[in-house]
């Protein structure tokens, strides 16, 4: 039976998810001095793609908040970067491709994905977190988070996590009119970059030839990939009204509740850790 590597010269997180909560956790794990690998889960997609480590699965170059991501395509691959690479790991690997690489002190599912029955992964890894939806310390996780808006970092010690209500996180006075959803299942093409101006009703992009258009005036937040295949009544894209207040990149406020929320909870199950931090790993 295969037995996982001993990563002695640095701890070991997995975090579920590519998006920008997900990402805000990496960054955060990664300066606590773990090597972080990134799992992409397709649904949903991605939106707020400059605020994550997503597009590094396509080979670009990124950072969030001055932390590097790049591409890890197999274990062997991953397995240098946690000794040598001083970036956050993003893999289209599943979990279960990564559990192999060596034992994971620290397990963040941070998919939130809102209408699916999350997977029990407890004794997975030394500490596992759940955030969002779906989640109970009784049933699949160590520490469970909220994500909800107004409750968002708070740790859930009885019973689940807050189920999905559809209210839209508020972005200054707006809600989910900012938002675009698919209407079906289909192949988006968009040649808008994020951080652009835009006015109501502006063609951003067509799902399938129909095309979708700006809810309002201000500065594209999120949109999917050009050429993704999306599923029905997701997130196409957002739009933020706020003018010069607006924000498309970095961590915002509530990433960085919950990514606090995160070391918070890693360092009450896990007091000793800060003792002999190791610190992240110093290229070759």
């Known amino acids: 039976m295969h037995q996982p590597t001993d990563l002695s010269r640095r701890r070991f997180a997995i ?25 992409h889960d397709p649904f949903p997609p991605v939106i707020r793609r400059k605020m994550a480590f997503h597009d590094a699965l396509y080979g670009d170059q990124v950072s969030v908040d001055g932390i590097a991501g790049e591409r ?20 289209w690997l599943s979990l279960t491709d990564l559990l192999p690489v060596g034992s994971v002190d620290v397990l963040v599912d941070a998919r939130m994905q809102k209408q699916r029955i999350t997977p029990d992964l407890r004794r997975l890894a030394g500490l596992t977190i759940g955030l969002g939806p779906g989640f109970s310390t009784r ?23 807050d189920a999905a209500d559809g209210v839209a996180n508020p972005l200054g006075d707006a809600g989910a009119e900012r938002f675009q959803y698919s209407q ?20 951003l ?47 915002d406020g509530r990433g960085r509740t919950i990514a606090n929320a995160v070391c918070r909870a890693i360092a009450a199950h896990a007091p000793s850790q800060t003792d002999h931090d190791v610190g992240p790993f110093q290229p070759v």
């Open 15 to 39: 975090v579920l998810g590519t998006s920008e909560i997900a990402s805000a956790v990496a960054v955060h794990l990664h300066r606590d001095g773990y090597g972080v690998v990134m799992s």
């Open 72 to 91: 890890a395509d197999d274990g062997v691959q991953i397995l240098k970067a946690l000794r040598y690479s001083p970036a956050v790991q993003v893999s």
């Open 139 to 161: 049933i699949n996780c160590d520490v469970a988070i909220e994500t909800r808006p107004g409750r968002s970092g708070l740790v859930v010690t009885q019973g689940w996590t």
């Open 184 to 203: 079906a299942s289909g192949r988006w093409h968009t040649a808008v970059e994020i951080g652009s101006r835009v006015f109501k009703g502006f063609m």
């Open 205 to 251: 992009g067509h799902l399938s030839g129909d095309a979708v258009r700006a809810p309002c005036d201000g500065i594209v937040r999120g949109i999917v990939r050009d050429g993704c295949e999306v599923p029905e009544k997701v997130k196409l894209l957002e739009i933020d009204p706020r003018g010069r207040h607006a924000q498309w990149t970095g961590i």
